[in-house]
């Protein structure tokens, strides 16, 4: 929308450091919004709430979802997140905001951004930031108007010397793109604007989440200034039969180095990934390709977002994620929402729903073909009590406890080494979908090399657990490696959604060891194959193996045995909102 030069002279007037008159927002019904300190004050400690994490970023209780506009600013980590103040479901929602100087232990503030202007009425939905010159964050979000149509709004940092940006401020303008018949964009398909990116014509460009039909599209838009957005003819990318494309992000990678990149930066030694969460399944495929600054389009190299034989940053529970570089490591850090798999009403009880992964740092694989994770290495400061597990032989049929850790509360990392391949189970041509593979071939099914890894969150006598495995099968002239997190007997709880979930992990057996990470968090259970090439998050909710009563098994079903080595830390409590 075209905006008057005294407006924009306002704007750009504070950027330098001028006295601007504050606006007063049109609408006040969120002024009764409750403080931190008032939400938080009726909160029971974790004394009987046996899944309340140790480590993982929730507020005390109530709903939270997406990732909103992380960002590092003078040396302090931002996060901010969907959150609804006043119930454990889904409404209201705002932007919570917390920060970290290690992104472990995180600091709440007061909601930054609130429904208080027409364009954001009935709720300020996800957004990014985007550092301006001269260091100057600033967040595009969704907010929902009067009519219930979803546009893009700007707000930025009322005060730029407090290093918090506890407070924001919206630009009177707002909303700076609106769908309308003339832009042919669906109002209840345009949502979460990525982190805008500068090109060489000095053009600033950003993409927002839509579909024509069943197409999910990037719809991109061009800003000399960064308040007048207009609409490219084409969208950055699209994909048929895919439905709405939720939360995209778009961000360029190293060829030739684990170092993030500023999202602006082009070049020949750099690819570009492209994320879409998918509405329709609630997963999340990135693609890795080229950007075509010249037509202003993403071609990805090969496979695409619309097939479950594309790449996901994880096969488990994990959704609505998002990038930021991290200037102050030069790392592109993930972070990814990871809902409940209990009942609404089990929500709802317990007074909460939702929490965040552990962010993860993110870089280009060599081979070119994929993208690696790895968790933060802060985390590593919350180890204690380590356990060295000795080198040995794992027998077929056997279980091996791993003894003096928290089980509920920890950080295990094992290498498994195979001397004899040829016991491989031989691949079936239509074993192409390794979820399926993993709950057909769970962790009680025999086979020849595998099943073999851990059992974690497990009770005594193995009642319930969590089982995270390998198997590997032989194709043609090639080993397959599959990767299992099977929920089946997490929980004597019926009412949990217990989703086995796989992954085929491109290792090579033959030359490579075969690494399993797992961050074990009352709860929850994050597993990285491969040092990162496959990554697996399962939520679950064992009724036995709680708190003191959890216990961590290194087990081999298969019939060949397999070489141990490795290590296993309890992880402290972290001091989280």
């Known amino acids: 929308m075209a905006i008057s030069s005294p407006l924009l002279y306002c704007f750009l007037s504070l950027w330098l450091g001028l006295a601007v008159h504050q606006l007063e927002a049109s609408h006040q019904v969120y002024r009764n919004l409750p403080t931190y300190s008032q939400l938080t004050s009726s909160h029971h400690h974790l004394v009987n709430e046996p899944y309340r994490t140790g480590y993982h970023f929730q507020p005390p209780?109530?709903?939270?979802?997406?990732?909103?506009?992380?960002?590092?600013?003078?040396?302090?980590?931002?996060?901010?997140?969907?959150?609804?103040?006043?119930?454990?479901?889904?409404?209201?929602?705002?932007?919570?905001?917390?920060?970290?100087?290690?992104?472990v232990n995180w600091t709440p503030h007061d909601a930054a951004i609130y429904p208080s202007q027409p364009s954001d009425i009935n709720g300020c939905w996800s957004g990014s930031a985007t550092i301006l010159p001269g260091g100057k964050p600033v967040m595009l979000y969704t907010g929902i108007d009067p009519q219930n149509r979803q546009v893009q709004n700007l707000a930025y940092p009322k005060n730029l010397s407090d290093p918090f940006l506890r407070e924001w401020t919206k630009i009177p303008q707002n909303p700076l793109m609106a769908p309308s018949q003339a832009n042919q964009i669906n109002a209840s398909s345009f949502r979460d604007p990525t982190t805008a990116w500068l090109g060489p014509d000095k053009k600033w460009r950003v993409i927002i989440g839509g579909k024509t039909n069943q197409t999910g599209e990037a719809i991109l838009y061009r800003s000399k200034d960064f308040l007048n957005w207009v609409k490219a003819k084409q969208p950055l990318h699209s994909a048929e039969k895919t439905g709405m494309w939720e939360c995209p992000d778009f961000f360029p990678v190293s060829i030739h180095s684990q170092n993030g990149l500023d999202t602006s930066k082009i070049?020949?030694?750099?690819?570009?990934?492209?994320?879409?969460?998918?509405?329709?399944?609630?997963?999340?495929?990135?693609?890795?390709?080229?950007?075509?600054?010249?037509?202003d389009i993403y071609i990805p190299d090969k496979g695409s977002v619309e097939s479950d034989s594309g790449l996901r940053y994880d096969y488990g529970k994990f959704y609505a994620s998002k990038t930021f570089f991290d200037s102050s490591k030069n790392r592109r850090i993930l972070w990814g929402w990871i809902n409940e798999s209990s009942t609404v009403e089990d929500d709802i009880k317990k007074g909460w729903s939702g929490l965040q992964a552990i962010p993860r740092t993110l870089w280009l694989d060599k081979s070119g073909k994929q993208l690696v994770q790895w968790p933060v290495v802060e985390i590593e400061k919350l180890r204690e009590k380590e356990v060295k597990l000795p080198s040995s032989v794992l027998k077929g049929g056997s279980v091996h406890e791993v003894l003096g850790v928290t089980a509920a509360q920890a950080d295990v990392e094992i290498t498994f080494g195979i001397s004899d391949l040829k016991k491989a189970e031989v691949l079936d041509p239509s074993w192409t979908n390794p979820q399926l593979l993993c709950s057909q071939k769970g962790a009680s099914v025999k086979g020849g090399l595998g099943p073999f890894g851990l059992l974690v969150l497990a009770s005594k006598g193995l009642k319930e657990y969590t089982s995270v495995f390998y198997r590997i099968f032989k194709d043609h002239n090639k080993h397959v490696v599959l990767l299992c997190s099977d929920q089946s007997r997490s929980s004597l709880n019926k009412d949990n959604d217990k989703t086995t979930y796989g992954a085929f992990v491109?290792?090579?057996?033959?030359?490579?060891?075969?690494?399993?990470?797992?961050?074990?968090?009352?709860?929850?259970?994050?597993?990285?194959?491969?040092?990162?090439?496959?990554?697996?998050?399962?939520?679950?909710?064992?009724?036995?193996?709680?708190?003191?009563?959890?216990?961590?098994?290194?087990?081999?079903?298969?019939?060949e045995d397999v070489k141990i080595t490795g290590s296993a830390c309890s992880l402290k409590t972290a001091k989280i909102n």
């Not at 939270?64 to 103040?85: E, R, T």
């Open 267 to 295: 070049g020949p030694n750099v690819k570009h990934v492209f994320k879409v969460s998918l509405d329709n399944t609630r997963r999340e495929y990135y693609t890795i390709g080229t950007y075509n600054i010249d037509k």
């Open 61 to 103: 209780k109530n709903w939270i979802n997406d990732p909103n506009g992380p960002l590092i600013y003078k040396g302090i980590y931002h996060f901010f997140y969907q959150y609804n103040p006043l119930d454990a479901v889904w409404g209201n929602i705002v932007w919570a905001h917390s920060t970290s100087t290690d992104l």
């Open 506 to 559: 491109n290792v090579d057996p033959l030359h490579e060891k075969l690494s399993l990470r797992s961050l074990i968090d009352h709860s929850i259970v994050e597993s990285f194959g491969g040092e990162g090439k496959a990554c697996i998050t399962a939520r679950v909710y064992p009724t036995l193996a709680i708190n003191g009563d959890a216990h961590l098994y290194a087990f081999n079903y298969g019939t």
